[in-house]
């Protein structure tokens, strides 16, 4: 068996046992039967799993059993596993019932990179030339060094290189021509106008509020939280000092004065409400989406997942 035919929580079990078991055997307290938690590895091992023995799992048996008083899900909820759901649980408990963290929380790994037939420049063209291997494929042609600075300075600065850096790319011959490129649009202004637009979208900036049926609000001096964003990338300012300052710069001692304090848009350009609550939640929900990746709006109106 390959890998990729592996039965894993993650892959097949956790959406077999949150589609057919969670609601009697999960998280809620009120809705619980019995003692066993299907969703925490103790409450499985101790209650329902001996890990590799399918046979003397009391898990499997609930799910094959003719007995419609033992049978689980029971008849009456409509849920029944299929057969393909039921040999993979099977396969999962033979080989061991191995739990695993939601993949989206799971720490980030350095792979070790691939070995590969043909030279590359840096380990990244490694894996890239490793799947194209795998399919009896190659690197497309390189790309003139016209090209190549076209693409570079429009990535890192959103405008195309003038006509005297073209040339002079194109005559530097030396091994770190290229390098140098980059080192000097990461130091140009351009390079935080460019990228900084990415963290102007995550933080909901605009200049005004409105539409044409309420009419606009204008920020006036949202522009200073714009600049702040801008300097701080050219600054090359370290990402948890960025957000810091973002959440809290009113409280790090800073005159009153310091463009530091700019950082405080984060917070304060968004949606302005005549309710201050809705401007709490608005600030909590960027916060939440731009920072750790995750939605917590819903539990706004809503803290139990059948409401």
């Given at each position: 068996?390959?890998?990729?035919?592996?039965?894993?929580?993650?892959?097949?079990?956790?959406?077999?046992?949150?589609?057919?078991?969670?609601?009697?055997?999960?998280?809620?307290?009120?809705?619980?039967?019995?003692?066993?938690?299907?969703?925490?590895?103790?409450?499985?091992?101790?209650?329902?799993?001996?890990?590799?023995?399918?046979?003397?799992?009391?898990?499997?048996?609930?799910?094959v059993t003719s007995d419609s008083e033992l049978v689980m899900p029971p008849p009456s909820a409509g849920n029944t596993l299929t057969a393909e759901q039921i040999e993979a649980v099977r396969r999962w408990i033979t080989d061991g019932a191995a739990f695993e963290q939601?993949?989206?929380?799971?720490?980030?790994?350095?792979?070790?990179?691939?070995?590969?037939?043909?030279?590359?420049?840096?380990?990244?063209?490694?894996?890239?030339?490793?799947?194209?291997?795998?399919?009896?494929?190659?690197?497309?042609?390189?790309?003139?060094?016209?090209?190549?600075?076209?693409?570079?300075?429009?990535?890192?600065?959103?405008?195309?290189?003038?006509?005297?850096?073209?040339?002079?790319?194109?005559?530097?011959?030396?091994?770190?021509?290229?390098?140098?490129?980059?080192?000097?649009?990461?130091?140009?202004?351009?390079?935080?106008?460019?990228?900084?637009?990415?963290?102007?979208?995550?933080?909901?900036?605009?200049?005004?509020?409105?539409?044409?049926?309420?009419?606009?609000?204008?920020?006036?001096?949202?522009?200073?939280?714009?600049?702040?964003?801008?300097?701080?990338?050219?600054?090359?300012?370290p990402y948890d000092r960025f957000v810091t300052e973002q959440l809290a710069a009113d409280q790090l001692g800073l005159t009153d004065n310091d463009p530091a304090l700019a950082g405080l848009g984060f917070l304060t350009v968004g949606m302005q409400f005549r309710n201050?609550?809705?401007?709490?939640?608005?600030?909590?929900?960027?916060?939440?989406?731009?920072?750790?990746?995750?939605?917590?709006?819903?539990?706004?109106?809503?803290?139990?997942?059948?409401?």
């Open positions: 068996m390959t890998a990729a035919d592996r039965v894993t929580y993650n892959g097949q079990i956790r959406a077999i046992f949150a589609e057919h078991c969670l609601q009697c055997h999960g998280p809620d307290e009120k809705q619980r039967q019995g003692e066993l938690r299907l969703d925490q590895q103790a409450s499985v091992y101790a209650h329902a799993v001996v890990p590799g023995k399918p046979d003397e799992s009391e898990l499997l048996a609930r799910l939601h993949w989206a929380f799971l720490p980030v790994v350095r792979p070790a990179p691939p070995s590969v037939s043909q030279p590359v420049n840096s380990d990244i063209d490694r894996f890239l030339l490793a799947a194209l291997e795998k399919k009896q494929l190659t690197y497309s042609p390189a790309i003139s060094r016209e090209q190549l600075i076209r693409r570079a300075t429009f990535d890192l600065t959103g405008l195309p290189p003038t006509w005297e850096e073209v040339e002079a790319f194109v005559k530097d011959k030396s091994p770190d021509a290229f390098a140098r490129v980059i080192d000097r649009l990461l130091e140009s202004p351009g390079y935080g106008e460019r990228w900084g637009r990415h963290w102007l979208d995550i933080a909901r900036y605009a200049d005004t509020h409105g539409g044409a049926a309420i009419g606009f609000t204008r920020f006036p001096f949202s522009y200073t939280y714009r600049d702040y964003v801008i300097n701080a990338f050219n600054r090359d300012v201050p609550h809705d401007t709490i939640d608005d600030q909590i929900d960027v916060v939440s989406r731009g920072l750790m990746g995750l939605t917590v709006s819903c539990a706004r109106c809503h803290d139990h997942k059948y409401d």
